[in-house]
């Protein structure tokens, strides 16, 4: 596979937004056209408020949604032109949304089935996935003999199966207790270092914001955009000295007083 | 564990046992005490008599009601999902077809079996169409709805990954619909002896493809209550089986995943 150019944008948007038609007492709801660019490496989390377009921007990135105004480019080219079919984009929703009926292994080789990967070969992929996520030793139990965490593993681990550039994922740790979800975010960043991976990643949590990112986008409601920018200085490794820093602090303060601001 | 298993399984039929045998002993000591004469309400043991004594004819009746009952069953089960797959297609398919569906379910087959018995010249046929007419429903709006369950996710995954058509059928709608397909069966499974019972009822067929419906008849018209009885207990029982198979094929089906949600 040929490396990405880091001068052009793994994922932009250009002017790209979507709005639904809701009451016409309702306020405006969706995404507002946004322009962005999200280049090789970054680690992009979109923190904001309930109904500032966050999912909305989410899913315009995976496709699922056409924008209504603007376009969206992967790789500079549209989501078909972009070999997409070869599973360069991949998504982590909401919930682990794994298949009930198969094993944990055949729900990571979900993504492989599709793509119609000899059998040999695709094992040989969940194995790898499925160590870099620690879950060897489940492999062949059903999603539901698995705990939360576990299961969110699980569909990281099958997301990572297909061999993305692109990650998306969707506040995929919100159900989670806060201990098992600073745990998967200290092992999200080791993996997307590792594995050299673009993550656009949704969130509602200023902490888990601050110590994924590697840029922050503050999102406003009513209607739904962008409010403002953050970088996240990249220095020195994410690790709980880092949680546990003066500057992980000062950016949690930086963020809590952009999103006020934004709520304004 | 297993000892666990085998003390509820035990649990499980030495309550109803006891019940039965405390049952059936009240009906015969009342039957004994009062001298109450079987035509009027036969005594268990008179009805045994009866079951052994007609056993020919009544078995026979059996396997016939029964072969209504599951050729009803497995039409129900192949017409039933075809019709469920064609309606969800599309949403004016759906809207189109469905209140036709209900019509079905609605209008009492015993108002229409005589006239499905006029029309249809062949006995063996118009008895299973009028079970069928009972029992398809259940299999329609269930797999309906299962094909409909999907998790929303799994499908927005599904469609990222540029799913075909068939990949999402096959490994997403119909695993998915399983479990209330199932359901459906174990309901239809039940309603289907219901129809062939009404539909014999209604025929009045006798010989060769008489069933226990008829014998249930005929019994009465001679006066035999207990031979009545008998061919009560054997529909009964046919239920029971009836019963216990669907709901074994449901459990072994999906036990490896529905019994520890």
Same mark, same amino acid.
């Given at each position: 596979?040929?490396?990405?150019?880091?001068?052009?944008?793994?994922?932009?948007?250009?002017?790209?937004? @979507?709005?639904?038609?809701?009451? =016409? =007492?309702? #306020?405006?709801?969706?995404?507002?056209?946004?322009?962005?660019?999200?280049?090789?490496?970054?680690?992009?989390?979109?923190?904001?408020?309930?109904?500032?377009?966050?999912?909305?921007?989410?899913?315009?990135?995976?496709?699922?949604?056409?924008?209504? =105004?603007?376009?969206?480019?992967?790789?500079?080219?549209?989501?078909?032109?972009?070999?997409?079919?070869?599973?360069?984009?991949?998504?982590?929703?909401?919930?682990?949304?794994?298949?009930?009926?198969? =094993?944990?292994?055949?729900?990571?080789?979900?993504?492989?089935?599709?793509? @119609?990967?000899?059998?040999?070969?695709?094992?040989?992929?969940?194995?790898?996935?499925?160590?870099?996520?620690?879950?060897?030793?489940?492999? #062949?139990?059903?999603?539901?003999?698995?705990?939360?965490?576990?299961?969110?593993?699980?569909?990281?681990?099958?997301? *990572?199966?297909?061999?993305?550039?692109?990650?998306? +994922?969707?506040?995929?740790?919100? #159900?989670?207790?806060?201990?098992?979800?600073?745990?998967?975010?200290?092992? +999200?960043?080791?993996?997307?270092?590792?594995?050299?991976?673009?993550?656009?990643?949704?969130?509602?949590?200023?902490?888990?914001?601050?110590? *994924?990112?590697?840029?922050?986008?503050? +999102?406003?409601?009513?209607?739904?955009?962008?409010?403002?920018?953050?970088?996240?200085?990249?220095?020195?490794?994410?690790?709980?000295?880092?949680?546990?820093?003066?500057?992980?602090?000062?950016?949690?303060?930086?963020?809590?007083?952009?999103?006020?601001?934004?709520?304004? | 564990?297993?000892?666990?298993?085998?003390?509820?399984?035990?649990?499980?039929?030495?309550?109803?046992?006891?019940?039965?045998?405390?049952?059936?002993?009240?009906?015969?000591?009342?039957?004994?005490?009062?001298?109450?004469?079987?035509?009027?309400?036969?005594?268990?043991?008179?009805?045994?008599?009866?079951?052994?004594?007609?056993?020919?004819?009544?078995?026979?009746?059996?396997?016939?009601?029964?072969?209504?009952?599951?050729?009803?069953?497995?039409?129900?089960?192949?017409?039933?999902?075809?019709?469920?797959?064609?309606?969800?297609?599309?949403?004016?398919?759906?809207?189109?077809?469905?209140?036709?569906?209900?019509?079905?379910?609605?209008?009492?087959?015993?108002?229409?079996?005589?006239?499905?018995?006029?029309?249809?010249?062949?006995?063996?046929?118009?008895?299973?169409?009028?079970?069928?007419?009972?029992?398809?429903?259940?299999?329609?709006?269930?797999?309906?709805?299962?094909?409909?369950?999907?998790?929303?996710?799994?499908?927005?995954?599904?469609?990222?990954?540029?799913?075909?058509?068939?990949?999402?059928?096959?490994?997403?709608?119909?695993?998915?619909?399983?479990?209330?397909?199932?359901?459906?069966?174990?309901?239809?499974?039940?309603?289907?002896?219901?129809?062939?019972?009404?539909?014999?009822?209604?025929?009045?067929?006798?010989?060769?493809?008489?069933?226990?419906?008829?014998?249930?008849?005929?019994?009465?018209?001679?006066?035999?209550?207990?031979?009545?009885?008998?061919?009560?207990?054997?529909?009964?029982?046919?239920?029971?089986?009836?019963?216990?198979?669907?709901?074994?094929?449901?459990?072994?089906?999906?036990?490896?995943?529905?019994?520890?949600?």
């Amino acid at each position: 596979m040929t490396r990405p150019d880091p001068a052009r944008p793994l994922l932009a948007f250009h002017g790209a937004g @979507r709005m639904f038609a809701g009451r =016409s =007492s309702d #306020a405006p709801r969706g995404l507002a056209p946004i322009s962005l660019n999200i280049a090789a490496g970054d680690f992009v989390t979109l923190l904001g408020p309930s109904g500032c377009g966050k999912s909305t921007l989410l899913k315009l990135a995976a496709n699922l949604l056409e924008p209504d =105004s603007g376009h969206v480019r992967w790789w500079g080219r549209g989501f078909v032109d972009a070999g997409l079919a070869g599973h360069r984009v991949t998504l982590v929703p909401q919930d682990a949304t794994l298949m009930p009926w198969r =094993s944990v292994a055949a729900n990571v080789r979900l993504p492989l089935d599709l793509e @119609r990967l000899p059998r040999a070969q695709a094992d040989a992929k969940v194995d790898q996935a499925l160590r870099k996520v620690g879950l060897e030793s489940v492999a #062949a139990l059903r999603p539901s003999a698995l705990s939360g965490g576990m299961r969110m593993r699980v569909s990281i681990a099958r997301a *990572l199966a297909a061999g993305p550039e692109l990650l998306l +994922m969707d506040e995929p740790f919100a #159900a989670l207790d806060e201990l098992t979800r600073t745990a998967l975010d200290t092992e +999200m960043v080791h993996l997307c270092e590792r594995s050299g991976l673009t993550t656009l990643f949704v969130t509602h949590s200023i902490a888990e914001a601050a110590f *994924l990112s590697t840029r922050v986008i503050v +999102m406003a409601a009513d209607p739904g955009r962008i409010f403002a920018e953050y970088p996240v200085d990249p220095a020195g490794p994410r690790d709980e000295d880092f949680r546990l820093s003066d500057r992980f602090a000062s950016i949690c303060r930086d963020l809590t007083r952009l999103l006020a601001e934004a709520a304004r | 564990m297993t000892g666990g298993a085998f003390g509820a399984m035990v649990r499980g039929i030495v309550g109803p046992a006891l019940v039965l045998f405390f049952v059936l002993g009240l009906w015969q000591g009342a039957c004994d005490a009062w001298s109450i004469p079987p035509y009027v309400l036969p005594a268990p043991t008179d009805i045994g008599h009866a079951l052994w004594r007609d056993a020919p004819t009544l078995t026979h009746a059996l396997g016939s009601t029964l072969l209504v009952t599951l050729s009803a069953l497995g039409l129900s089960i192949v017409i039933g999902s075809v019709i469920a797959f064609i309606l969800v297609q599309n949403v004016v398919i759906e809207r189109s077809l469905m209140p036709y569906v209900v019509v079905m379910q609605v209008t009492p087959v015993v108002a229409v079996a005589p006239l499905i018995v006029i029309l249809v010249h062949n006995t063996f046929a118009a008895l299973v169409l009028c079970a069928m007419l009972i029992a398809i429903f259940p299999v329609i709006a269930n797999t309906l709805q299962g094909l409909k369950s999907i998790d929303p996710g799994l499908a927005d995954y599904f469609r990222l990954h540029r799913a075909t058509r068939w990949q999402t059928l096959w490994r997403l709608r119909l695993p998915s619909a399983l479990p209330l397909f199932l359901a459906g069966v174990r309901v239809s499974s039940g309603l289907a002896l219901v129809g062939a019972v009404v539909a014999e009822f209604v025929a009045g067929t006798g010989g060769n493809s008489a069933g226990l419906a008829y014998e249930i008849l005929q019994s009465g018209f001679q006066m035999d209550i207990p031979r009545m009885f008998a061919a009560l207990f054997l529909i009964t029982l046919a239920g029971l089986c009836l019963f216990g198979v669907t709901t074994g094929v449901q459990n072994r089906l999906l036990g490896r995943w529905m019994a520890s949600r």
